[in-house]
């Protein structure tokens, strides 16, 4: 039985590590900008808003289209008026029809129209301006769904940045561990011989413990930073992603200080301004005369599905609302404090952004510092650490000093690669912050 418990325990080890290994897959940084740009939900929606806005656009169309209409009207009646209108449209009137008994009490009269309608606007100078509104409100899109990618871009080099940060802290923990079970099989050994109390031996394996779950810990880590980035790249979760090694990105040079004034989400707020203004004179303009022309031509019969009698008609209108109870007053002060809104709104981002960027700018030097200082600090604990080893194998220093040593090594280690996760997301943030767009 002894034998067949460690045989178990090796079969289900090698049975999950196979499982882990087919759940893990390669990912670029670049494979996985590729797979966000084209499945993110984020980007899905914001191009169906833009549909939307497109679609909105193209109704203006009726601006200068004309539009027709076709429809087939049966009619029955024995009111005196109507009747004799059927007879007049059908081009049936007789002789017998001016019967005064026969006007005054007409029998069931029936009537089968088919009628085409046809309305052309010919200067409407409002919807004119409204069109235009339209097209503004296009843009507001197109800038918005530029942003939105502008933001994915950035949030999936962090999401890869915090990827390869759990590798690494649980690489650097793998190694923390192993080096604790190195120090708990010196301590045993010394015990074992006498040389070291029991106490001595407890506080290694408490340490072995403790690494044992931070270990656990960045496992969860690793899976947790993959879903998150499934979920940006629009694919199921529970894939493990072997990203690229912790690196350094390339220090940016010329960093703007100042946020562009084109960037996409200043551009969409402008456009909003614009549109305001378009729809603020499409408003004025509604003051001014309208005119359209229109025609019908219509065939009546007596008979179902008959098309006898025919006849047109058509004309132009000039229409001019004098007053509509201040409705197009009060309209025009509605978009004018819309418009007054959205300016506000754009002005107070332009401050919001810069304020933003300073501080990012003020982390970003900070950053350059710490990695330079954490680089030394790494060099500085591996040495006391092999430095302590030989030591303590001599004897010579106890092992909460080893303990301490090692500690210290795999804190200085996690913060160098937090430190290098913060430099590559704080540029990162940087570019995001001074991107500029170009319709």
Do not use: C
């Amino acid at each position: 039985m002894k034998k067949v418990f460690p045989l178990l325990l090796i079969f289900t080890i090698t049975f999950s590590a196979s499982l882990l290994a087919q759940d893990t897959v390669l990912l670029s940084l670049q494979e996985a900008l590729d797979a966000s740009l084209n499945n993110n939900k984020e980007i899905v929606i914001a191009r169906l808003e833009e549909e939307g806005a497109s679609a909105r656009f193209n109704q203006t169309n009726a601006v200068f289209l004309p539009q027709v209409k076709l429809s087939y009207t049966a009619l029955s009646t024995n009111n005196p008026l109507n009747a004799f209108g059927f007879k007049l449209q059908q081009e049936s009137i007789a002789q017998s029809d001016f019967n005064p008994e026969l006007l005054n009490n007409p029998a069931s009269t029936q009537n089968f129209m088919t009628k085409a309608e046809f309305q052309q606007p010919l200067l409407n100078m409002d919807m004119l301006h409204m069109r235009k509104a339209a097209q503004q409100q296009v843009d507001v899109y197109t800038f918005k769904t530029k942003r939105t990618k502008d933001y994915l871009v950035f949030e999936v080099q962090k999401a890869y940045a915090q990827l390869q940060l759990a590798h690494q802290a649980n690489s650097v923990l793998g190694e923390a561990l192993k080096t604790v079970n190195s120090i708990y099989t010196a301590t045993a050994n010394r015990y074992e011989k006498g040389f070291l109390q029991k106490s001595d031996l407890l506080q290694v394996q408490v340490q072995v413990t403790n690494m044992e779950r931070q270990s656990a810990e960045a496992k969860s880590n690793v899976r947790n930073a993959s879903d998150y980035l499934s979920l940006l790249m629009g694919k199921q979760s529970g894939v493990v992603y072997q990203v690229e090694p912790v690196a350094l990105v390339t220090k940016l040079e010329g960093v703007e200080t100042q946020v562009p004034e084109n960037r996409a989400d200043f551009r969409a707020l402008q456009s909003a301004v614009t549109a305001h203004d378009m729809m603020i004179s499409s408003s004025k303009m509604s003051y001014l005369p309208k005119l359209n022309a229109f025609g019908e031509y219509l065939i009546n019969d007596k008979d179902a599905f008959g098309f006898g009698a025919n006849s047109y008609l058509v004309g132009a209108q000039l229409s001019w609302t004098i007053f509509n109870g201040t409705a197009t007053r009060n309209k025009i002060a509605e978009h004018r404090a819309e418009r007054n809104k959205a300016a506000e709104q754009l002005q107070y981002q332009k401050e919001q952004s810069q304020l933003e960027l300073n501080k990012t700018l003020r982390q970003w030097e900070d950053a350059l510092i710490a990695l330079q200082q954490q680089e030394l600090a790494v060099s500085q604990a591996s040495e006391a650490l092999r430095i302590l080893q030989n030591r303590y194998n001599q004897g010579l220093v106890t092992t909460n000093d080893i303990l301490q040593s090692q500690t210290l090594l795999s804190q200085q280690k996690l913060y160098q690669a937090q430190t290098v996760f913060q430099f590559n997301t704080t540029q990162a943030y940087l570019q995001f912050l001074t991107i500029t767009s170009e319709k």
